[in-house]
């Protein structure tokens, strides 16, 4: 009977033994089970990181890369996109140099064949044409965008010059008739903000260059208000230095039939170099200024066209223009009071 009381106690803790050791085993199988489920969440969560990281310095490096570039092809069509819907708001439809047919305007000039002979704000430099805006050019042109007008007086045109100068982007116009063509920064707010912002690799909305010039006034504005004009484009340093009192502004009427008769003019001090005559008909401002060559009498009338929006928009289109533009107006004294101030 003792015997069996032995074996049966035996045969409970050997159960119980089993038992325990399938239990320790499930545990373990578990918590191993855990780790393994564990490790691959980091290791996965580990790559998606990974993959962020790698993602966000393409990203960084394409953009880096971009903006180090002056010019590229990319550029270049974000340029056109933008005049192709800015040149229509200007009543002007324009013609790109495509890199291998070169441009003629209306007054006869080659582009980029004749950038070896023109001027840049009045200075002999170097400048030509250039795929990346990189060269050993001051002035290296990586686009042209020309208009040949419409309205008389013709032949008259508009030529935009984009450019690097120094590596800074600057866009460059001529509308010469004649004479040696010379080339001077664009006062076009919304060509050069644009053609600086694509330069520094950021993208144009289609808002932006479609309401560029939405701020330009349709009201007429007079014939000494667009004399201001004419001179804040043609020389703005002149014109403020002697528009404080001795400014006079009239009409040619000489009865000779000359170059300048019926002409408008703005003066400083009677020379002929201080003169700028101006014309306007239609929305085009034709004007007139005596360039000296060996003596002042030897000189000649060099004569340019602008449109009469395009003033609008650069110097007479914000309410801090205006305001200016009337403090101008009363400082200039009329023509009849020039041989008064001689006078005194």
């Keep these: 009977m003792k015997n069996n009381k032995i074996k049966l106690a035996t045969a409970l803790v050997a159960g119980a033994l089993i038992l325990t050791g399938c239990g320790t085993q499930a545990k373990t199988s578990k918590v191993a089970s855990q780790k393994t489920t564990s490790s691959s969440v980091k290791s ?42 800015w040149a229509p708001t200007m009543k002007q439809s324009y013609v790109k140099y495509d890199g291998e047919h070169s441009i003629k305007t209306s007054v006869g000039t080659v582009y980029p064949d004749n950038l070896t002979k023109v001027t840049v704000n009045g200075a002999k430099t170097s400048i030509g044409w250039s795929k990346n805006g990189k060269g050993s050019n001051s002035y290296n042109v990586v686009a042209i965008y020309n208009y040949n007008g419409t309205e008389p007086p013709l032949p008259n045109h508009i030529t935009y010059f984009f450019a690097f100068h120094d590596g800074e982007p600057v866009v460059l116009v001529d509308q010469s008739r004649d004479g040696t063509p010379d080339l001077g920064e664009t006062q076009n707010t919304a060509v050069k903000s644009n053609f600086a912002k694509i330069a520094g690799g950021t993208q144009v909305s289609s808002t932006e260059s479609s309401a560029s010039n939405s701020s330009v006034t349709t009201s007429k504005i007079n014939d000494k208000t667009i004399g201001v004009l004419v001179s804040l484009m043609t020389d703005p340093k002149w014109f403020k230095e002697y528009v404080d009192g001795t400014m006079w502004y009239g009409t040619n009427y000489d009865g000779h039939g000359s170059k300048v008769d019926g002409y408008s003019y703005m003066t400083a001090n009677g ?74």
């Design 44 to 85: 996965n969560s580990s790559k998606r990181n990974t993959s962020k990281e790698a993602s966000s310095k393409v990203t960084s490096s394409s953009s880096q890369k971009q903006a180090d570039t002056l010019w590229d092809s990319t550029k270049d069509a974000q340029l056109k996109t933008f005049i192709d819907k």
């Design 271 to 344: 020379d002929p170099t201080s003169f700028i005559y101006y014309k306007t008909n239609g929305n085009i401002v034709t004007y007139k200024e005596w360039i000296p060559r060996k003596s002042v009498a030897d000189g000649y009338f060099r004569t340019k066209t602008v449109t009469l929006t395009r003033l609008k928009n650069d110097y007479y289109s914000t309410q801090s223009q205006k305001a200016k533009i009337r403090t101008y107006l009363d400082a200039i004294k009329p023509e009849s009071s020039y041989n008064d101030s001689l006078d005194k």
